[in-house]
Structures are given as C-alpha cells and as structure tokens.
C-alpha cells in the first residue's frame, strides 16, 4: 500500500446557508485509509472544541469572542457566550473552553480570554453557568499578572487534571519575563477548580531575590503554549508550544521544572540570530520531547484513546497552523517512535482538535470549518 | 494495536566463534510486526553493505580498512581487499563500496577512502577488480582537493545514477571551504565511471573571483552527507547529511545547487552558539526536505521499494547513529508525511544499510553485527 494521498470525491451537500459547499476526501494514513468530512462551516477561528454529555460541543471562535453551541448530528447552532470588551484582535480574544469535571453537577464552563486594551492586556479565567442559552452565572476567578503591550503569546489552553485547572500563560513577546517567576508570564499554573491557589504547589512561599513568587507557578520557562493535555493512561500533563522561528516544542511538565525560554531554545529568531545564549541545553533545564524544525506553529493537543482508530491509541494529536497538517506522536517506551502528518495541506490551519465518544476526531480550521476523520 | 517495542525471544545458536551469540526480536512498527535477527558478527564499523548479484555481499569496515566478501546464508566469510596504507584512524578509513552499474560485464568495484597521513589527507576513489579472491586490477580514478589537517568529515558515499558516479565530500571541519567552489570541500561530485569530467556538469568553464570553479561539482554548501542514494521512481538524487548540533539533514539534490552550509543551518555549534549567519534560511540556497533535532546523526541512506514491507515501499530508510535507530521517511506530494523510528535504542549505532532482491532490510551496527529485518 503506497502511503499517497488520494481525493477520491468532492460532494456537493444541501445544507444551511452557512454550510452550503460540504467536501468529502479518502485519504490513505499508515494505519488505512480514512475519511474526512466537514460537519460544518462559518466560524472564525474556532480555537477550541469541547463536547457536552449530550453529543453537541461549545465551539470557542477566538477573534469574533463568540462560543457557540454545535450539534454536528445536524448542524444545529446557538450562540451561547460572549467576551466581554471588544479587544478582539491579532492573538487576543477567546483562548479555550473547558468543562468543570464534574459539570453534570456543578454546570460550570470555564473559559479563558484576553482582557484590556490594544495598550495593556493579560489573560483571564472565567467560568460561566448556563440556563437554557443564556448565562445565568458569571465568575471571574483568576486574572493572570501578565500584563503586556502586545497582542501576542497569551496561551490560555486549560487542562483539568485529578480536580485541578492547569492554564497555560504564554511570554507575551517578553522572552526574559518567561525565567521571572514573581509574574505569570511564561508559565503554567495550577489552581483550585475556583481559582484558589493549591498549597502543594511547587513554589508556594519561596522568595527569588526578595520578590515573592507567584504561588500558582507550576512550571516555567515556556514560550506560548497553546496544547495542554493529560495522558490519562500515565497522569502525565504535556503540551505543545510555539516556538521561535525553529525549536516549536512537545514538552511533559514536570512540577516545578523550568523549560529554559528564552534561556536555551532549538530556534533562532525569526529576523535571524541566536535566541538566548545560542544553546540548546543547560543543567537544570527540561529538555523536550519532540521538537519541530523546521515550525509547525503547533495550535491544540490530545491525547489519542479512542476506539474508531486502533492504530493511533496512544498517540498524541498536534494541530499545525503554519504546516496545516494534523500532527500524530507515537510514543514507545516514552519516546516518539512516529511522526505522521494527517491531512496535510487539505484543510488550512488546524487549530483545535476534539475526539468524540466513539473516537471520531473533529479539526477546527482556520478556513472556518469543523471537520471529522472516520475511518473508512 | 499498542505500538509498544515487544522483546520476545533472545536464542543462542551454535555458529562460528565471531558470531557466538546470535539475537532474535519481535517488534512492531506501524506497518505491523517485524523480526530483527542477528546474521553474522564480529565487523569493525560496517559503513557500506552491497550486495552482489550472486547474492553474497560485500561489507566495508571503516576504521579496520577491510572489505569483507559475506555470504548470509550461511556466514561464510572472506577479506578480499584492504585500502592501502595504515591511515585508519577517527573518521578516517574506507568510506563505501559500490558496484559498477554494469558490473556483471566490467567486474568493476568502486571503493573510496582516507588517503594521506593524520596531518594532512583527503578522499579519493579506487576501482578495483577481483580475480577470486584476490584484486586483478586496481585503478585510481579520483583525489578529492578535499586536503585538509582534520581526521573528520570526508563524506565519501558513491551513488550511480544514469552511468554516472555520484560522491559526496564532507567539509573536512573546515565549513568556510564549502562555500568555495574553487576546491571540493563539502560538494557533491558527478563523474564520469572513469573519473573524467562530464561535459554537461553545471560548473564547467565557470570561475568564482579569477579562480577556475572545480568542474566535478554537482552541487555545493553541504556539511558531511554520509547518505546518497537515487529514488527510481523519481530519478532524483537524495543525501542525508550530518548537521551541526541540531540540524542534520535530508536533502533533494539539485544540479548546481548551493545547500546554504555554513552560511545557513538549523542547527548550532556543538559548544554552543549560532551557525554562520544565525539564520536558517536565504535566497539562491536549498532548503531542506526534513530536519532532524536535537540531531539523530544519520549515516546510510537507501530507497525502500522491495516487496517484503509493502507499507514501507517509497519510503526512505536512514541510519542513525547517536540516536541508534533506523529512521523511515515517507513521502507524499513529495512532502515527508511520516517520521517511523525503527529498532530504537536496540542495534546501536547503525551504520549502512541494504536491501536484497526479495526487499529484506539488512543493517549494519557499530557493536560490530549485521542484522536483517523481515516481515513477522
């Protein structure tokens, strides 16, 4: 069998407005062939997917501000939250959704956002009650000390991991503020599922030349993480992160460890020129796990258990923004053994990536729509 | 399928003393599982294997300077040539072998070497043909102006491709003279099977600043391609190439083209600091098709279109040797689509590779066997 990507057939579907032109293609991975079929289509950067229990997904589309509730079974859409402001532009708007653990109790949708304005902004966390489609509750419940003049690097993927809420916070353009942990710029954090710091992290009542650091530091070092993840076969918490021109990372967060931004990096600058001392590796710094050279620009993360794809349990999925692929991971003994590249170039920029009970993967482009892989 | 490295069985089989021990695994790759079995032993550095159409092949040990004529079926062994002199220290030693296209007719065996004294030496190509087992004729058809005080980096890979010869010269840890058109440093060459200079070559006649552009040169900027070798279906040439620390590359060769070393690079110095310009791009310079970071060092370099691994067909196979493990690439669109790491951690450091008439693997390992890989 001849690993070729073959477009089999281009369907014309009746649809909504909004969907009007649906596309279908065969496609030929090494584990078989597999489909790929948009569900939907119309949304702005849908940078994250989550299902409900009852099979529809919160899209979050990140520059509109907007989540909206989907049901792919029938293409069904409300849209049921907003960002407050309108500081919506280059990478600031909406960065995840994420349902509490337990949220067929609690009802509690958390949602992470840029809030400011085009001057001064950070990254924040709310979370949010629905009533039918309406908000009926509204929480802020952590505002993260990484307050910049640019529109970059926010982060903000969250990962619940054993009833903790970890959420990325990327450098905001200010390399040297990722290695001062009296600020949250450049870290991921840990905190209670209401924002409270937990008294078992890492760094809580130490002192870095008499300033005081922050206690929901859970690692630090990072770039822009925008991939957080649990692989719940280990415990084990990952992420992807952006990294300068060369050097986009794969990292397994180790509490309190330092991932060495913008000390040591595989990247250069993007103008050219060394980042840091010029140096990949120094003691005391993690090392990652995979490293894309040349960059993916790598967007979300999940870790592959479901049942429709056998053959890729227990690998992790990377969206690519700059190399518009899907990214899988395989690992052996804890090391990547595989890297495969799914739908390459076919769907634009990947940015967010979910997996449904049956195991179907669904892909939100850039291009606006949602897709899914079944095998076929 | 988990894809998880299974240890089944190790057997002791009575053999000749120098390969006392014999090894069996089962592995599983994606394309399913797989046998590694350990053939014959006892090899100092098999750099190049090359097969013979009566089925027997022959094996290069670098550092030892012998050629070793093997039959795998049944572990006979015989020394049938030696490079001449006692210069086979660091990198220095015999670099490949490879048969005339027409060998059946010419009986020629094209072999190249180190050739000088640890102070001063370069690459140069030797045919020879065999009467028996003993050298009936022994020509000297090329000497690289690759001098140079170093015992590293001579490159030194033979590929035919259309009558052609085809070999690669490392920088000989000299990168500024890849640059330099007017010597052979770091450049691919295209003979003639004779070593004359073919008229057509992209550097005839040329000069660079009053000085005559080495004729021989196919394509220039490269750093130490240990890796060459044709793709059939193609016709294009391929090299795998040692990279600084970060960097190591495949490259698609191109008539008379530049591969940027040491201007440009993905990679930094081994003590760490930028490569040349710090940049990893610029105009009028190749980029390359796949990057490995942190480096794998590869080695050999092979085509796979046999029949036994019918997934693996249009792949490439690549031996690396700090990250010991035979690495696949698979293309679509002429794009790399998949990274497979193959045998990891297991053979050491893998040396050269070659695939029989029936499309089993062979490898040849620095811990001194060749092992053969066969569907399970």
Same mark, same amino acid.
């Given at each position: ?210 300033? !005081?650091?922050?206690? &929901?530091? +859970? %690692?630090?070092? @990072?770039?822009?993480?925008? #991939?957080?993840? =649990? /692989? !719940?076969?280990?415990? &084990?918490? +990952? %992420?992807?992160? @952006?990294?300068?021109?060369? #050097?986009?990372? =794969? /990292? ?14 595989? #990247? ?109």
């Amino acid at each position: 069998m001849k690993l070729q990507q073959i477009l089999i057939a281009v369907l014309l579907v009746a649809s909504a407005p909004s969907q009007a032109q649906e596309t279908r293609y065969e496609l030929h991975g090494v584990a078989g062939p597999y489909v790929v079929e948009q569900l939907v289509n119309g949304f702005s950067q849908p940078i994250a997917i989550e299902f409900l229990p009852d099979g529809k997904a919160l899209v979050a589309q990140r520059n509109l501000g907007v989540i909206t509730r989907v049901d792919f079974r029938n293409g069904e859409r409300v849209d049921i939250a907003a960002m407050p402001g309108e500081f919506k532009v280059s990478d600031a708007g909406l960065h995840d959704v994420e349902l509490h653990p337990d949220y067929t109790h609690t009802g509690w949708i958390y949602i992470t956002y840029s809030e400011g304005d085009p001057h001064y902004s950070t990254l924040v966390i709310d979370r949010i009650r629905l009533d039918g489609d309406k908000i009926r509750d509204r929480e802020r419940i952590f505002t993260a000390d990484a307050y910049a003049e640019t529109l970059y690097h926010y982060g903000g993927r969250m990962q619940f991991l054993e009833g903790y809420l970890y959420v990325s916070v990327g450098d905001r353009q200010h390399p040297e503020r990722a290695q001062d942990r009296s600020n949250h710029t450049g870290s991921i954090l840990r905190l209670h599922d209401d924002g409270r710091v937990p008294v078992d992290n890492p760094f809580v009542g130490l002192e870095d030349e008499a300033k !005081p650091v922050r206690p &929901e530091i +859970w %690692s630090y070092g @990072h770039r822009n993480p925008q #991939g957080l993840y =649990v /692989n !719940p076969q280990t415990g &084990e918490l +990952w %992420s992807s992160e @952006h990294g300068p021109r060369g #050097g986009d990372e =794969v /990292n397994r967060i180790v509490k309190g460890a330092n991932y060495g931004w913008a000390e040591i990096s595989f #990247g250069f600058e993007y103008e050219g020129g060394p980042i840091g001392k010029g140096i990949v590796s120094q003691e005391g710094m993690q090392q990652p796990v995979w490293v894309y050279v040349p960059s993916i620009a790598p967007s979300d993360l999940v870790f592959y258990q479901g049942e429709a794809f056998p053959a890729w349990r227990g690998s992790w999925l990377i969206g690519a923004l700059a190399l518009t692929h899907l990214n899988r991971l395989a690992l052996q003994d804890g090391a990547v053994v595989l890297e495969e590249r799914l739908v390459n170039g076919l769907l634009g920029r990947i940015r967010s990536i979910a997996v449904d009970s049956a195991g179907l993967v669904y892909l939100g482009s850039d291009l606006g729509g949602i897709w899914r892989l079944r095998p076929l």
